[in-house]
């Protein structure tokens, strides 16, 4: 048996509830509909027989089959309207949870506007087209079956023509589909796109102004718009609007020979005339269900192609297969490679870390530094050679198990919303108000610490984002702290802390700089861009 993807598994898992009510609510619906064109055609037979009696019992079921729409319908509507929501919301924060999950590799490398654009747009798309489809799926069978049983006991030969024009319906979405697709996935590309440059727009906009680039950048995304425009949308818009139109059209028509054959049996006197309302009814009622056969067609194709985008959160996670307890020192590299595309970052760098060292990683810009620490710290796993953390292989250690083993502060400090002192506590269990006090107080941010961050941290200058991302990593009082240019944007008093620090902590330190002073504390120096490790 073929193992179901887990693209298709967790949303099934998180939205059953919801496919479930919505198929009940679309079955009594049809049951409903069902029903109310029997009592309408019992009810026009009972008329044109001036059967009095029989018209007022008539009457009766029709007005239940009418408090039953007006009243019971639209309850069950709201019901599943409830449950849809609330299981939605959870697959939505299934699928962030998934992309955390993500190796750090493959998300640091893909464009923030694509994965916005992935979680926002495609998994919403991928979750609807799902429960759409087996919402129909379920729903159709049912309903085809229930129509076919009254449709046949009315009338078989009015039955089997009727189900003809219904099928005929069906040509549109089936002929169109592919195009349709096409269509949409151009439309889900540029909106993806557009998402990266208003980002860019947005995030760059000190520099747009400095740089004057307004202009250009203006003209870029109008540009953009107008190829997408020329390409796609107009010619979107032509297709779809056509599709509709035939759509109506072959809907009217069908709707008109069902009624023009019923007058024709009726003169055969093979039907009554509240025989021909009634298969109105069902007619209507198969449209309807024909109706999400093509809704089936075409989101079968939708589905195939959005969830190959969503496949991206499922890459292979971070997890390890290594057992047991790990500590990331002692650690033992040899000939550590590492690549992007066909750019070689490090080359066969070689090195041993004992617990309790201050390990000082140099070397020129570019020169792949940063990629050594991401490495070590478990963020980069396609690394060549060899690098042993406590006997056992780095990239076999779950990344949750390695990371409960050290701080890290990196070169770009990481803020979240929130106040100063939740930034400084972020990461830390059971935080004792005393020792974040007396660690906000040693950088000199104690005076902020109920200072509210904006959404850009655009109220907190470069120092104090980088004395937060310190704290943050003191105060979480792992074995082995991880600096990268622990230094940047700091005056020279915070600077000669982090010194007194280094010597002082008693900790293993592995710290990136480009400052002599600070790479002269160090026990040993690790140097990159050279053949081998100092």
């Avoid at 992935?118 to 379920?138: P, Q, T, Y």
């Avoid at 009015?158 to 439309?187: I, N, Q, W």
């Avoid at 107009?234 to 297709?239: C, D, E, H």
Wanted: hydrophobic fraction near 45%; glycine fraction near 6%.
């Amino acid at each position: 048996m073929k193992k179901l993807k887990p693209t298709y598994r967790d949303a099934f898992a998180y939205c059953s509830k919801a496919i479930a009510v919505l198929t009940f609510s679309e079955l009594f619906q049809v049951a409903t509909a069902v029903f109310g064109a029997s009592v309408i055609g019992r009810f026009a037979d009972a008329v044109f027989a001036r059967e009095t009696e029989y018209v007022l019992n008539n009457l009766v079921y029709l007005l239940i089959c009418i408090a039953l729409n007006v009243l019971l319908v639209p309850f069950i509507g709201y019901l599943s309207d409830v449950v849809c929501i609330k299981e939605s919301i959870g697959y939505d924060i299934h699928m962030y949870s998934q992309f955390l999950k993500m190796p750090y590799e493959i998300g640091s490398r893909t464009p923030v506007g694509e994965v916005k654009a992935r979680l926002e747009s495609d998994v919403i798309i991928f979750r609807n087209s799902l429960i759409v489809i087996l919402n129909k799926s379920f729903t159709m069978p049912l309903a085809l079956a229930a129509l076919t049983v009254m449709m046949i006991r009315l009338n078989a030969v009015y039955a089997a023509f009727t189900a003809a024009m219904a099928l005929l319906t069906l040509l549109v979405p089936a002929l169109t589909k592919k195009l349709g697709a096409k269509y949409d996935e151009e439309t889900r590309i540029y909106e993806a796109e557009e998402s990266a440059r208003s980002y860019d727009i947005i995030m760059l906009a000190p520099f747009v102004k400095l740089y004057r680039l307004s202009r250009k950048l203006i003209s870029d995304y109008h540009e953009a718009y107008q190829t997408f425009r020329n390409r796609t949308q107009r010619r979107a818009i032509l297709f779809n609007s056509i599709r509709e139109n035939i759509g109506l059209y072959l809907s009217v028509l069908t709707n008109v020979a069902v009624l023009v054959f019923g007058a024709y049996l009726l003169s055969r006197s093979m039907i009554s005339a509240g025989g021909i309302m009634a298969m109105a009814g069902y007619f209507a009622a198969l449209l309807s269900t024909m109706e999400n056969a093509g809704i089936i067609i075409s989101y079968g194709e939708r589905l195939k192609r959005v969830e190959k985008r969503v496949e991206l959160f499922y890459s292979a996670d971070e997890a390890g297969d290594a057992e047991g307890e790990h500590s990331l020192l002692p650690l033992a590299a040899d000939g550590i490679c590492y690549s992007i595309d066909e750019n070689t970052l490090l080359n066969g760098i070689s090195f041993n870390i004992e617990p309790g060292c201050r390990i000082a990683v140099v070397g020129e810009n570019g020169s792949g530094k940063s990629t050594l620490l991401n490495i070590i710290t478990g963020l980069y796993r396609a690394y060549g050679g060899s690098l042993r953390s406590d006997g056992s292989e780095l990239r076999d250690i779950p990344l949750s198990d390695l990371a409960d083993g050290y701080s890290f502060v990196s070169q770009s400090p990481f803020i979240f919303s929130g106040t100063v002192r939740e930034n400084v506590e972020f990461g830390s269990e059971c935080v004792d108000p005393a020792a974040s006090d007396a660690v906000m107080r040693s950088l000199g941010i104690y005076d902020i610490r109920e200072k509210r961050i904006t959404a850009r941290a655009d109220n907190l200058s470069g120092g104090e984002m980088q004395r937060i991302s310190l704290a943050r990593a003191l105060l979480r009082d792992r074995p082995v702290m991880i600096m990268d240019e622990p230094s940047n944007n700091l005056d020279a008093e915070c600077v000669e802390w982090i010194e007194e620090y280094i010597k002082n902590s008693g900790r293993s330190i592995i710290y990136v700089t480009h400052d002599q002073e600070l790479a002269a504390l160090a026990d040993r120096i690790i140097t990159v861009g050279g053949e081998q490790a100092e």
